[in-house]
């Protein structure tokens, strides 16, 4: 089964390092489709004469890629489409993959009303009118074939700003124009070029059975090339304070969801949901300690259930870099507000804590930093390095951000050699922009391709009763598990205000048994769900058991 996935917008180099990961993990076949932010991508035989202005002058990066071709645009309005697909060993098989691509393309525009799509002789791609007069170039295409795996793809041109093209000699060639599907006369929307790439991709390269996943369009759509003032500002790894939770309502009408059909926040638990205050000296040791050493703990401000149950035992999770979070993720209960600078010795009072409560694991995280430049990785390092050497014999794990996929500040991170490396996707591919507007599903599956590339042992975390469904947890479980990670945690939402994204559903503790199964059956080497489980729930036991299993997942 072809397991195909739309995006939304993605960074190049997120996309990068998350075709990578699923390079590496050969059981799955799949097929990216996305957008990217405004790129000039250099191919392995690239002219640089080709290149005729300096990219940054008009708001484009520029990335070298290991792809085959010249230089190529990518940019809003353009579907990317990245088959990530066991080919069949045979002689010529790259210009036979390629001729295979470059027909499911020419069969998609077919469907769409674009008749006169085709071959040119001697030029790869799809063409608009290849025997006529003024043959134009729709859909670039360059891939790269390993180890029979295939990676990149193809870039159709659906609505782009055609202009962008004009700054380079595209793919080499000087003497053709490009064109796109809306110059050529057609107003059909990305929706429904995407949809009909999964089908017909799913007949060409699979058993004709796909599972598709989408992040949504309704936060994209527009008639230009370029995003609404208002959705600029919602748009991942921006350096703000992200729109306030009171626009939750907005957000859940533009991606379709009607809060009717949800549970009211004064809806009775379940027996199972109902923890028990423990309030012990185990407890009040915890609660001293964090408060003689001025430290926040995000089992207080995240109002976890486990506080009692895990302070009880001795372990808390440290949150560092201030109490206020740049972001607005409509499930969290921290605060939203404009931080307050780091402070320098955070790091050692946290590694002092850690010594006093002789703990054996500890477990460290952190509010969004958006405002600073590493998004707070220099911190989680500092961190991190402190209690390996005031105390060196206890295990750390860090539950990070994205730093909106920057990889010098990620490598802060990864350098300092964290004993568990945790990333929380927090929900399905569907929800992501209602859940978590300043976030998005393909980073945060690349920070934790980035990690395990790093040679970490990788965690996520998903979130049940949100109104996902179990196809879609499934999915999830399976992209965490096709990227590398070792642990996964899932476990019930509990709504912490009536300003926050309603529950749905409670997920009954046998449902939660079938999700690790599923989880597993993947092959993540320990998935820890029911309803109580938090991140950093079992956090110690979870490590523990996978170390001990050998189960880690090796790329």
């Given at each position: 089964?072809?397991?195909?996935?739309?995006?939304?917008?993605?960074?190049?180099?997120?996309?990068?390092?998350?075709?990578?990961?699923?390079?590496?993990?050969?059981?799955?076949?799949?097929?990216?489709?996305?957008?990217?932010?405004?790129?000039?991508?250099?191919?392995?035989?690239?002219d640089?004469?080709?290149?005729?202005?300096?990219?940054?002058?008009?708001?484009?990066?520029?990335?070298?890629?290991?792809?085959?071709?010249?230089?190529?645009?990518?940019?809003?309005?353009?579907?990317?489409?990245?088959?990530?697909?066991?080919?069949?060993?045979?002689?010529?098989?790259?210009?036979?993959?390629?001729h295979?691509?470059?027909?499911v393309?020419?069969?998609?525009?077919?469907?769409?009303?674009?008749?006169?799509?085709?071959?040119?002789?001697?030029y790869?791609?799809v063409?608009?009118?290849?025997?006529?007069?003024?043959?134009?170039?729709?859909?670039?295409?360059?891939?790269?074939?390993?180890r029979?795996?295939?990676?990149?793809g193809?870039?159709?041109?659906?609505?782009?700003?055609?202009?962008?093209?004009?700054?380079?000699?595209?793919?080499?060639?000087?003497?053709?124009?490009?064109?796109?599907?809306?110059?050529?006369?057609?107003?059909?929307?990305?929706?429904?070029?995407?949809?009909?790439?999964?089908?017909?991709?799913?007949?060409?390269?699979?058993?004709?059975?796909?599972?598709?996943?989408?992040?949504?369009?309704?936060?994209?759509?527009?008639?230009?090339?370029?995003?609404?003032?208002?959705?600029?500002?919602?748009f991942?790894g921006?350096?703000?304070?992200?729109?306030?939770?009171?626009?939750?309502?907005?957000?859940?009408?533009?991606?379709?969801?009607?809060?009717?059909?949800?549970?009211t926040?004064?809806?009775?638990?379940?027996?199972?949901?109902?923890?028990?205050?423990?309030?012990?000296?185990?407890?009040?040791?915890?609660?001293r300690?964090?408060?003689?050493?001025?430290?926040?703990?995000?089992?207080?401000?995240?109002?976890?259930?486990?506080?009692?149950?895990?302070?009880?035992?001795?372990?808390?999770?440290?949150?560092?870099?201030?109490?206020?979070?740049?972001?607005?993720?409509?499930?969290?209960?921290?605060e939203?507000?404009?931080?307050?600078?780091?402070?320098?010795?955070?790091?050692?009072?946290?590694?002092?804590?850690?010594?006093?409560?002789?703990?054996?694991?500890?477990?460290?995280?952190?509010?969004?930093?958006?405002?600073?430049?590493d998004?707070?990785?220099?911190?989680?390092?500092?961190?991190?390095?402190?209690?390996?050497?005031?105390?060196?014999?206890?295990?750390?794990?860090?539950?990070?951000?994205?730093?909106?996929?920057?990889?010098?500040?990620?490598?802060?991170?990864?350098?300092?050699?964290?004993?568990?490396?945790?990333?929380?996707?927090?929900?399905?591919?569907?929800?992501?922009?209602?859940?978590?507007?300043?976030?998005?599903?393909?980073?945060?599956?690349?920070?934790?391709?980035?990690?395990k590339?790093?040679?970490?042992?990788?965690?996520?975390?998903?979130?049940?009763?949100?109104?996902?469904?179990?196809?879609?947890?499934?999915?999830?479980?399976?992209?965490?598990?096709?990227?590398?990670?070792?642990?996964?945690?899932?476990?019930?939402?509990?709504?912490?205000?009536?300003?926050?994204?309603?529950?749905?559903?409670?997920?009954?503790?046998?449902?939660?048994?079938?999700?690790?199964?599923?989880?597993?059956?993947?092959?993540?080497?320990?998935?820890?769900?029911?309803?109580?489980?938090?991140?950093?729930?079992?956090?110690?036991?979870?490590?523990?058991?996978?170390?001990?299993?050998?189960?880690?997942?090796?790329?």
């Open positions: 089964m072809l397991q195909t996935r739309w995006l939304g917008r993605v960074w190049y180099k997120d996309a990068q390092a998350l075709q990578r990961a699923l390079f590496a993990s050969k059981a799955e076949q799949y097929l990216l489709l996305l957008e990217h932010p405004s790129v000039y991508t250099l191919g392995v035989r690239t640089l004469k080709n290149i005729l202005i300096d990219p940054a002058s008009v708001g484009a990066e520029m990335i070298r890629t290991d792809r085959g071709g010249d230089v190529t645009f990518h940019g809003p309005g353009q579907l990317v489409g990245y088959p990530i697909l066991n080919i069949r060993d045979e002689v010529d098989r790259t210009p036979k993959y390629v295979r691509l470059e027909q393309i020419i069969d998609v525009l077919g469907e769409l009303g674009l008749d006169n799509a085709g071959r040119l002789e001697g790869p791609g063409w608009v009118d290849p025997k006529g007069a003024n043959p134009r170039k729709i859909c670039a295409i360059g891939v790269k074939i390993t029979n795996r295939s990676m990149h193809f870039a159709l041109n659906v609505n782009t700003d055609l202009s962008m093209f004009g700054h380079i000699i595209p793919c080499g060639i000087a003497d053709k124009p490009v064109t796109s599907l809306e110059k050529e006369g057609s107003s059909v929307s990305m929706e429904d070029v995407v949809e009909k790439f999964a089908q017909l991709s799913s007949e060409a390269f699979d058993d004709g059975t796909y599972l598709h996943q989408s992040v949504g369009f309704k936060r994209y759509e527009r008639s230009g090339g370029s995003l609404p003032r208002a959705e600029k500002a919602a991942p921006e350096n703000r304070v992200t729109e306030h939770k009171s626009n939750l309502s907005k957000r859940m009408d533009r991606s379709g969801i009607d809060a009717g059909d949800f549970l926040i004064s809806s009775r638990k379940p027996e199972w949901l109902r923890a028990k205050a423990n309030m012990g000296p185990e407890y009040r040791d915890v609660k300690t964090m408060r003689k050493f001025s430290l926040v703990t995000v089992c207080e401000e995240a109002g976890c259930p486990n506080i009692f149950e895990c302070w009880a035992d001795g372990t808390a999770t440290f949150m560092i870099n201030g109490e206020n979070c740049t972001r607005a993720c409509s499930f969290c209960l921290v939203t507000n404009h931080p307050a600078p780091l402070d320098p010795m955070e790091p050692t009072r946290v590694a002092n804590a850690v010594k006093e409560m002789n703990l054996s694991y500890a477990v460290v995280t952190a509010v969004a930093r958006d405002d600073l430049p998004g707070g990785a220099g911190a989680f390092a500092a961190t991190i390095n402190e209690i390996r050497r005031i105390a060196p014999e206890t295990q750390v794990e860090v539950l990070i951000s994205d730093c909106k996929g920057d990889s010098t500040s990620l490598a802060k991170v990864f350098d300092a050699r964290p004993d568990v490396l945790n990333h929380n996707l927090e929900t399905v591919a569907r929800l992501q922009y209602v859940v978590r507007p300043s976030a998005s599903y393909a980073r945060s599956l690349s920070v934790l391709a980035r990690a590339d790093a040679g970490l042992v990788t965690k996520s975390s998903l979130i049940a009763g949100m109104g996902e469904t179990k196809e879609e947890l499934a999915a999830a479980l399976r992209d965490l598990a096709s990227v590398g990670t070792d642990i996964v945690t899932i476990g019930q939402y509990l709504r912490p205000t009536v300003n926050h994204f309603p529950v749905a559903r409670w997920i009954t503790p046998e449902e939660f048994c079938e999700l690790v199964k599923i989880g597993e059956g993947f092959g993540i080497g320990h998935v820890e769900a029911s309803p109580m489980v938090r991140s950093s729930y079992h956090a110690k036991s979870s490590f523990s058991m996978i170390a001990n299993s050998g189960h880690l997942i090796q790329v």
